[in-house]
Structures are given as structure tokens and as C-alpha cells.
């Protein structure tokens, strides 16, 4: 960067890099969470860092409200601040509420059969969003990701796909209007799809994704180019089978926000294709067993408690292996209590106990000691037994046939929401002023933390 004076980016743009702290210990990037903090990572600092916003009162408020017009209630995991942050959610409930269409989009790596509960949450939380909203859902399955990171041949990635998309399904996505898609299958038979691709690539420079993503010289040009897959399902056009071939359908991406670095890429050109930017909410990681300083991790089973654990296995794991915020002898933990706030079997709890009321006691009891580690575990158990046995029995039922039907290609009933528009009149109108792509793209080519004033 030339020496000029800088200014730091206002909320308006979205920052394409994190804007750096020097005091930051946490590790958060689409490979990496580590913390130092046995409480696990910052996440306000996060949101700063990142530069997204809060998921704040007032738009729980609205939440609510919307919840209610719809004899439903708000999810816990949105509730309890585990989605914590977002990017124009505020725009998405707006759309809502004037009766406009939006679509759901998340997705899923498959590197290994055995899916973990961490790996629920957001699907739970977008199969929810969709019974809320009444909208369609697109679930990426990045196989050629996980062929271009992992020691897996294209057969087993492929293969892997096939498995986790019947836990997908186990998590009760309406099958009328959710399309699940393998990239090594979909892409070579969608040209929208391909063409998307090649619009986000062309308008992305190596030196933007090497500052967003760390890529370095030594790195296969997949892994180069693959950002660009991740983000071609937050255009509509993608999807012509749902879509009509609509441009500009907006999206609202439900993920953890570790994921975050790829749709800031996204946003960033979106503008510049004229279409809009997606939206998103990102929760906070499941933590490990071992405690919240990483996240919960396929590759090491004593960290995780898998979907295909047995009832016995469940109950052997969360006794053995997790961290316990209880003190060491059962005199002082009457005395002084235990530590909520850095006991993973509480935090769990968080997430899958559903009765308000009863999370409050259990969270003052543990505190006051008069409740013991074990008898909390004992609740934790329960309750994972039956959700994980409910989720084995769910998935029992998925078969080749519904398999295929998730992920069709030819149109989908809800199509005809979307008619199809005049040639280009569904095209965001270009502002006045706009930027020249070649300037745009000049100007976040150079932008690292600030932008150079003129
Ligand atoms: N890269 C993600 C992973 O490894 C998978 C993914 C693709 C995804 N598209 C997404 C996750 C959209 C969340 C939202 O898990």
C-alpha cells in the first residue's frame, strides 16, 4: 500500500480481510478454532474483527414477532445467542414481512460417514428457518473441496456425499422444497451453476485470496480457485430448476461463522455482477468434549459424540471425556460451586435442553454446587441419548430412492413461484457512479485493513 492516509472501513462495506488486532489469540479461519481461553474464542471480538454485526434485542424482538404470527416459537440456538452474529439479517425479516421470496442456503465438507452433533447445528437451525419462512433450501455438499484438502480419492468423496446427505435429510428438510447437491455431480450438468463460477473467478484476484484465505504459493490452484464454487449457490441463478432462472432472488446463508471468510469474498463481488449480496447468521462452534477451546472435530473421537454412537457409547463419552467446571472433591464443590461457563456438559445443554425454565435451575444449581458434575451429566445424557436415538431411527428410513429425490435436477413444484422474468429486467439496476469493474477490483486488490483515501 502506498503511504497515504488511511480510513478504517465503515459498516456499510463489508470487510473483504478481517481487520487485524494485535491482541487476538484466537485461531478462526474455515480449517482452523483454536482458543486459548478455556471459555473458548471471543466472539464479540470476532464480530469486530470480522466486521459483521450483532444479533442484537431488537432483532430477537422481531424474531419473535414473527415466530408468534406463525404459532411458532424462536429457536433456541437463535434464543441463546448461539447465532450470535450477521450480515443484513435485518434486510432478510424485512423482506419477510413485505411478503418477498428469499432462500436458504447452507452446506457441508463431507470428509468422513461419521457426522458429529456439532454438525447438526446448522442444519437444525436452517430445517427450522425453512418452516418458519415457507422458503426453499439449497445444501452444498463440497466433495471436490474435500477431494482438493484431504488425502480421499473423487470415488470415496463422492461416496461420502451419498451418507451424509441421509443426515441431512434425518433433519426433516421439506422434500418439495430442499435440493441437496453433491459439486462433483451437479456442476458438470448445471451450465448456470458453471457460468456463476466463472463470473466470481474472473473478479477475484490470487492476492485477494491469498490475504482472505492464506493460500500460499506451495498450493494446489483447486484450492485456489475452489472459493468461487463456495460461493455460486448465493446467486439464484445457480438453480434454474427452482429458480426459473431468476437472478435475484435474495439469500440468507445460516453457518458457523468460521465459514464467514468465503461470503465476504461473496458479498464483495456480488455488487459488481449486479446481484445482490447474500445474507448471513453465523453460530458459535460446537465445542469439544475436552472443553470450548476448539470446536468439536470428526478426526478425533474422544472429542466428539458422533451420530452413530450407541446409547452406551454416548453415556461412556460424556462421563469419561467431558471437561467438567465442577470442583475436585464434593465438599468443595458444595462449597463453592461449579463453573458454567467453562463446563462443556452445560454448554451442551445450551444447546439441546429446550425448556427454558429448567436451563435457568440446572444453571443456578450448578453454580450454588447444590447440584453435582455427575447429575448434570446425567441430564446431558438423556438427552443426547434420545436425540441421537430419534436421529438413528430418522435416518434409517432415508433410502436410494429418497436420496435421489433430494437431489433432483429436473423442476421443483415451488418453481412456480418464481416465473421466469423478461431477459435481463430482474438485473439490480447499475448505479450512477458505480465503479468500473477494473477499478473495483484495483481498489479491494489493495485493500488489507483500510482503505487509501484519494
Ligand atoms: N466449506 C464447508 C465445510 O467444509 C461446506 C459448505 C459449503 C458450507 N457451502 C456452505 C457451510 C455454506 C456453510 C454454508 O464444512
Redesign the pocket.
Known sequence: MSGGPTVQITDSMDTVNEVNDENVEDIVD?WTVQSSNAKGVDYDKLIKRFGSSKIDESLLNRFEKIAASRGQKVHPFIKRGLFFSHRDLDHILSLHEQGKHFYL?????P?SAAMHMGHLI?FMTTRYLQKLFDVPVV????DD??FLWKDLQLEECFGLSRENTKDIIACGFDPEKTFIFSDLSYIGSCKEFYWNMKRIEKLVTFNQVKGIFGFGDSDCIGKISFPAI?AA?SFSSSFPHIFNGRTNIPCL????ID?DP??RMTRDVAPRLHLSKPALMHSVFFPALQGAQTKMSASDPTSSVFLTDTLAQIKKKINKYAFSGGRDTIEEHRKYGGDCEVDVSFQYLQFFLDDDDELEQIRKDYSSGALLTGELKQKLIKILQELVGHHQAERAKVTEEVINYFWRTDKYACSEKYPPLPKGSDKKKKKKGTPKMKEATDEIGNLKVTRETT
Not at 445444501?139 to 463440497?142: F, S
Open positions: 474455515p442456503y447452507t452446506g457441508r465438507g470428509s446448522p445444501i452444498q455438499l463440497t473441496e474435500k463456495q449457490p446463508i445460516p453457518c458457523a465459514q468465503y461470503f
